[in-house]
């Protein structure tokens, strides 16, 4: 114990900890700040129909504008917002400006729906189904035109109380997508017992697909039937190149997200890919 106490206190004092373990604190106390003060912004990705390229769905992306390091990517920020609880409040930010974003669109394209990310920590609040409705009651948003992204390790602990709370947002008409599929160490037990809507085949499957890697290829291909069985819409993410969305629409995926079909932009981009603009209006 005496060496594993002295080994800790070493590692606390090399400088170089001790700089980093400053810096996260002020990023903590940063990331607090960076709410009220509008630091958030969102960016929108495509998703698209594979057999027609029509834009469906667009996925609500959040990046942070840090007054001094520039825009961070969640990667930088959300595990220390989920640390601290502080995702709580960005998660319900994003969900609201990404409902108003949507109605906005559907002025132009009616049928294109939102996709936005929630963390596993709102599947414990008692108030996330009044979280949501508020949402697409203030932006005059319809249920059905939102998805919920849960990934499967949000999903697999999922007690009476969860299943529960999502049963009641997809009788509202929400949707709900389990996201980076393939990536936990669940079993597959538990998709039964999720009420999902749609199914998103983690990238790292999909990135594969172009070294025409047969087992790639064929765990695409067994995800794809397995979500066919339980009613499950496929997506498959990251499609990068087109030897990737060629392997992905033969077996039978029908929407794809990816560099392919559009980087994640600013919602005047994202509008103007929607439909091409109605010159007669
Ligand atoms: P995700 O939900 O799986 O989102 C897809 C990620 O893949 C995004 O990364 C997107 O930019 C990236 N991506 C899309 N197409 C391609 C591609 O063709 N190639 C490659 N290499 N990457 C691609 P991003 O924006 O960095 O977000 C990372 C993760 O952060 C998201 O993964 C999601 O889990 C989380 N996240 C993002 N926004 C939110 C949010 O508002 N709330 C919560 N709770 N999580 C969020
Ligand atoms: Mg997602
Ligand atoms: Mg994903
Ligand atoms: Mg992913």
Redesign the pocket.
């Known amino acids: 114990a005496a060496k594993a106490a002295g080994k800790s206190a070493y590692r606390v004092c090399t400088p170089r900890l001790r700089e980093s373990a400053v810096s996260r604190a002020e990023l903590i106390a940063d990331l607090r700040r960076a709410v009220d003060e509008g630091q958030l912004l969102i960016e929108f990705?495509p998703i698209v129909d594979l057999a027609t390229g029509t834009v469906k769905s667009a996925?609500?992306?959040?990046r942070w504008r840090h007054p001094r390091l520039g825009v961070l990517?969640?990667?930088r920020f959300?595990p220390l917002a989920e640390e601290t609880g502080l995702?709580l409040a960005?998660?319900r930010w994003?969900l609201g400006q990404a409902c108003r974003a949507a109605a906005t669109w559907r002025q132009r394209a009616p049928e294109v729906t939102v996709a936005?990310?929630?963390?596993a920590a709102h599947l414990r609040r008692p108030d996330l189904v009044a979280t949501v409705t508020e949402a697409l009651e203030a932006a005059g948003l319809p249920p059905d035109a939102l998805t919920l992204?849960l990934?499967e390790s949000a999903l697999i602990d999922g007690s009476e109380t969860v299943l529960e709370r999502l049963a009641q947002l997809r009788e509202l008409g929400v949707r709900i997508a389990i996201?980076?599929f393939g990536t936990g160490y669940s079993s597959l037990s538990y998709l039964h017992r999720i009420p999902a809507t749609e199914l998103k085949i983690d990238?790292s499957f999909v990135a594969r697909l172009d070294a025409e890697d047969s087992r790639a290829y064929a765990t695409v291909e067994m995800v794809n039937r397995l979500a066919g069985a339980f009613d499950l819409m496929v997506v498959a993410?990251?499609?990068?190149t087109g030897a990737q969305h060629a392997a992905v629409a033969a077996i039978g995926c029908v929407q794809g997200?990816?560099?392919?079909y559009g980087r994640?932009t600013a919602l005047p981009d994202l509008l103007a890919t929607l439909t091409p603009i109605d010159v007669a209006r």
């Open positions: 990705q996925e609500a992306l959040v990517p969640p990667a959300l995702i960005i998660d994003v936005v990310n929630i963390a992204e990934t996201d980076d990238r993410e990251g499609v990068e997200q990816g560099w392919r994640p």
